[in-house]
């Protein structure tokens, strides 16, 4: 009972911040578009209708999710090492690595966007680099396309990936990779046949919160896109701000939460699935 | 000056009735905002004796939202808005229509700008198309579209594409410059393909100017208005063209929104924007393009603007309200044939 | 196991082992050397924070020395990273690897040296057998008790026929009344396959039970490496004395000519005339005899002293009488099935106590030079 009063203000705060909003979006998803553009009130399947029966949509559903299993893969891969570093690092240490892993969380989209134009971009590092020591003519092109949408996402979802390893990881008993080690194991068949197994949970935790954030990444594909990489999220801004067709964006969006809830129930069962305890 | 004059006496009810306050709604990005306050919010203020809110919003999709949501308790009184965005809420009734009856004013609006708002609130400023590109890296001066197709360009052009209206507009011109209408989108497409081969990004951020400055690429398509700020602020190094294939105008409308509870002040404020003296000063400070036609313009400010008499031709008539039946099959068009022509 | 092999090289020596943790005030070990014959078992035996564990991490290569060398059968391992050491450690929390079961916990090691998978499934088999679980080889760690992994943990330090078995209490997560049980299972294990082994403890009963080697350690530094009997009836220093075994402190100074001169009056024959001067003397309770009313001191048996009886605290086998004495509070252990006058005794009733002169342990008193 006390339990429930003290989760009031968090519901509370869930009701209004989330559960109103969505059924007000559900509710203009239900609306009509007249011919002329403006949004009729009523009560229709219309626009989901015309969404699921859209060769195009079902196009943007298999790159969003193909783009956010592969991203949020590689963001796992690049966050192990670097959760296993802040792991075994003196306690001195551990906070400004830490840190560091996640720092990317603390920049702006639009700053993130500057950064990686000078990085990326034609007159950007990697290019000038390149082509001064005569590798490439033509420079390579990086951004506004799926490769810099690919790398500015691996980049924004790392930092959740090393969050939810550090979680994971410190859980992981150190002596076991001690025992393995009097055991007679290297550091190298210690971490694939002790740390990496105990380590799988963390990192399919890591990869499936990487993937739905991904799934529902809207900044780095807006911005990093170059207007050619068309996912679920930029789709929905489109309808919404650019051809103003909020019952299609509202749908679009009902459509992309079932599916992201799908995924999370997903996970659910998976924790639930027997031996994956402790 | 008569135009002043009759703006002064249509303001003078809405002094009587005890100055009051109204909210007016338009852009949130500095160069509209801050001008548009200086050059007329602020005179308008002293002349009337009311109070103007300036509710900056990043757009006006945002815009017809806060309309949306506010139907049965408008906080807004007035709306500056693109002309496609507002015909939708002049057909979902939340602006008020208004006549040459009621607003005298409006037979010294470009046809255009009337035809613009249809039975709403008319065009209050003319925007156009034009190109932009670098001049440290273009040195010999573009003067049409079709030059960013050329082959040096290669990976060095930035198009605005649908469903942003830039990209329907370039659309309209290129087939009207290619021997059709401008809703045939076939004759466009070929020029598309063209220049997209050449385009790096059809979505340039952060925003358009930012890339050619920066050199990310060396052309953009852009509003006149902000490329011609740029032109000046860029010392030159931004080159402003407006092409030979022609122009089209955005238009953004002022309206009164229905059920204002200020309305008496908001209609004063929408006959001053619209007179003259507005026009004028508005132009001159950033080059939208007046509607008024008695505005008297210097002629260095018009020149930057398509209202000029040498581009009174190159003006491609853009009926936006058959745009936005086109939009969605024209967006799905550039989707697939023109985006994937780009490398 | 006899002692006789001291004479040949020690199979494990420490020489001048040092760590000192960056912050530290002091070393955590500090200069430890000693020497252990093939096949001995040694507890280092200690309160928590003297430096027994990370000598025993230092043995096993778990951590670096700052200085000091350790040789095993001879050799320098000092410099050799752990998976090459070949030695066997059972860890407090026994670390066993949950994703695997207990036969593949004891294979691994085996697997780590390259043993095929026929011979390796057999020889974990075996190692089960010897700890009493092959019946529960295919469980996972989780879906075993806490004696139960504490014998697989044990099996899989013995599977690879280590050259040194290390044991970090290993006994301190079980129940009270598993441990004496598997103290002497452990024990008798560690006699049959002769494995030299070194064994962490902070419990002295433990350590006198199993060990044939006894270091006890604090601050750092071992104070007394001896037999266990040796440790406890000749501490080598106050703090031995103190931490092993319990024992009744007496203060004084010590005459020449042997004569103790309590703080409380009493004058005791001493052993220690070196001595002289400020000293602590330590009296073991199961030293002091209980003489009845008007019973004569037996011959040979130095001291006697007169004191009432304050408390008397019953455990079960024996019974502590403490008393007031002219030397101060003094205790004497009875069996609980001894008969005697004590059985009627109530606090406040006279008491006569008798030991001998050697059973005082005498020290330099703390705080004087020595």
Same mark, same amino acid.
């Given at each position: 009972m006390i339990g429930w009063l003290l989760a009031l203000p968090a519901l509370c705060i869930l009701g209004i911040a989330f559960l109103w909003p969505l059924a007000a979006l559900f509710r203009i998803s239900l609306n009509r578009t007249l011919d002329s553009g403006a949004m009729e009130v009523a009560v229709t399947g219309e626009s989901y209708a015309k969404l699921l029966g859209d060769d195009f949509t079902w196009q943007l559903v298999w790159d969003t999710v193909t783009l956010a299993a592969s991203a949020s893969a590689m963001a796992v891969l690049l966050a192990l090492p670097v959760a296993l570093l802040v792991r075994a690092a003196s306690p001195r240490w551990r906070g400004v690595l830490a840190l560091m892993g996640i720092a990317p969380l603390l920049i702006s989209g639009t700053a993130r966007l500057v950064g990686w134009m000078a990085i990326l971009g034609d007159q950007g590092l990697i290019n000038v680099v390149l082509q001064g020591m005569g590798v490439i003519g033509e420079p390579l092109r990086m951004i506004n396309n799926w490769t810099g949408v690919r790398i500015g996402l691996v980049e924004s979802l790392m930092p959740y990936a090393v969050l939810v390893l550090l979680a994971g990881l410190g859980r992981l008993d150190g002596r076991l990779e001690e025992a393995a080690a009097t055991l007679g194991a290297n550091r190298v068949r210690t971490f694939f046949r002790v740390t990496l197994p105990l380590a799988a949970p963390a990192l399919l935790a890591a990869w499936l919160l990487d993937v739905v954030l991904g799934i529902s990444a809207f900044i780095t594909p807006k911005l990093m896109g170059g207007g050619r990489v068309f996912v679920l999220a930029t789709e929905i801004y489109d309808l919404a701000l650019e051809s103003v067709n909020w019952p299609a964006a509202a749908a679009l969006a009902m459509l992309l939460l079932a599916g992201l809830l799908a995924l999370l129930l997903l996970r659910g069962v998976f924790s639930w699935l027997p031996g994956r305890r402790a | 000056m008569l135009g002043v004059a009759g703006l002064t006496a249509a303001a003078m009810p809405a002094m009587a009735q005890g100055n009051g306050q109204i909210t007016v709604m338009a852009y949130g990005d500095s160069i509209f905002r801050d001008n548009y306050v200086s050059a007329v919010i602020e005179p308008f203020q002293k002349a009337s004796g009311t109070q103007v809110q300036y509710f900056a919003n990043p757009g006006s999709a945002q815009m017809l939202g806060t309309l949306r949501s506010q139907k &049965? =308790?408008?906080?807004? =009184?007035v709306v500056i808005m693109d002309t496609t965005t507002a015909a939708l809420a002049c057909a979902e009734g939340l602006v008020e229509k208004v006549t040459a009856q009621q607003l005298p004013l409006l037979n010294d609006i470009a046809q255009q700008a009337r035809d613009a708002g249809g039975e709403c609130g008319p065009g209050v400023t003319f925007d156009n198309l034009v190109m932009i590109y670098n001049t440290d890296n273009v040195k010999t001066a573009p003067t049409a579209f079709a030059d960013m197709a050329a082959p040096q360009w290669r990976g060095r052009v930035g198009l605005g594409g649908p469903p942003n209206i830039q990209g329907l507009a370039l659309t309209a011109i290129l087939a009207h410059a290619n &021997? &059709?209408?401008?809703? =045939?989108i076939s004759k466009a497409l070929p020029a598309l393909k063209a220049i997209a081969a050449n385009t790096q990004t059809f979505d340039p951020k952060p925003d358009a100017v930012t890339v050619v400055v920066s050199g990310q690429v060396d052309f953009t398509t852009n509003w006149n208005a902000r490329a011609q700020l740029a032109s000046i602020q860029s010392k030159g190094r931004v080159g402003v063209v407006l092409p030979k294939e022609g122009t089209a105008f955005q238009i953004n409308t002022i309206n009164v929104v229905a059920g204002s509870k200020n309305a008496a002040q908001a209609r004063a404020f929408m006959a001053y924007a619209l007179g003259t003296e507005a026009q004028k000063a508005f132009t001159e400070r950033v080059f939208y393009g007046p509607t008024n036609t008695k505005a008297q313009i210097a002629p260095e400010a018009l020149n930057r603007t398509a209202m000029a008499p040498q581009y009174r031709d190159s003006i491609v008539n853009i009926d936006w309200a058959e745009m936005q039946k086109l939009r969605d099959s024209w967006n799905q068009r550039w989707r697939r044939e023109v985006v994937t022509a780009a490398p | 196991m006899t002692l006789a092999a001291t004479d040949t090289a020690p199979h494990l020596r420490l020489d001048g082992l040092v760590r000192h943790y960056a912050?530290? #005030?002091?070393?955590?070990? *500090?200069r430890v050397s000693l020497g252990l014959p093939r096949g001995a078992l040694l507890a280092l035996l200690g309160p928590s924070g003297c430096g027994k564990t990370t000598t025993l991490r230092m043995i096993a290569g778990l951590e670096t020395p700052d200085a000091g060398r350790i040789l095993v059968g001879g050799r320098d391992v000092t410099a050799l990273p752990p998976h090459k050491r070949h030695m066997g450690v059972v860890f407090q929390s026994y670390? !066993?690897? #949950?994703?695997?079961?207990a036969a593949g916990n004891v294979a691994f090691g085996l697997e780590m040296q390259g043993m095929p998978r026929a011979e390796r499934a057999r020889r974990a088999e075996a190692a089960l057998e010897l700890v009493g679980l092959a019946a529960l080889a295919a469980r996972k760690p989780r879906q075993l008790s806490g004696g139960q992994q504490q014998r697989v943990a044990l099996a899989r330090a013995l599977a690879i026929e280590p050259d040194l078995l290390l044991l970090d209490? #290993? !006994?301190?997560? !079980? *129940?009270a009344k598993l441990r004496e049980g598997v103290r002497d299972e452990i024990r008798a294990l560690q006699q049959r396959l002769g494995t030299t082994t070194v064994f962490v403890t902070h419990d002295q009963v433990e350590a006198l039970a199993m060990a044939d080697l006894v270091a006890v350690m604090n601050a750092g530094r071992v104070e007394q490496l001896a037999a266990p009997e040796e440790i406890f009836e000749r501490p080598a220093t106050r703090f031995v004395a103190t931490f092993v075994g319990r024992a009744a402190r007496i203060r004084g100074v010590l005459e020449p000519g042997g004569v103790l001169r309590a703080e409380g009056g009493a004058a005791l024959r001493a052993a220690g005339a070196a001595l002289v001067g400020q000293v602590e003397a330590f009296l073991r309770p199961h030293r002091v005899r209980l003489l009845g009313a008007g019973e004569a001191a037996p011959a040979g048996i130095e001291n006697l002293l007169e004191g009432t009886l304050a408390r008397r605290v019953y455990t079960g086998e024996v019974v502590s009488l403490e008393a007031q004495t002219a030397a101060g509070p003094v205790t004497a252990e009875v069996h609980a099935s001894a008969e005697g006058a004590w059985r009627e005794m109530q606090p406040g009733a006279p008491l006569r106590l008798a030991f001998r002169a050697n059973d005082l342990l005498v020290f330099p008193a703390q705080g004087a030079a020595a």
């Open positions: - | &049965g =308790d408008p906080q807004v =009184d &021997g &059709g209408r401008w809703n =045939d | 912050g530290a #005030p002091a070393p955590a070990v *500090d670390a !066993l690897f #949950p994703h695997m079961t209490e #290993p !006994l301190s997560a !079980l *129940d």
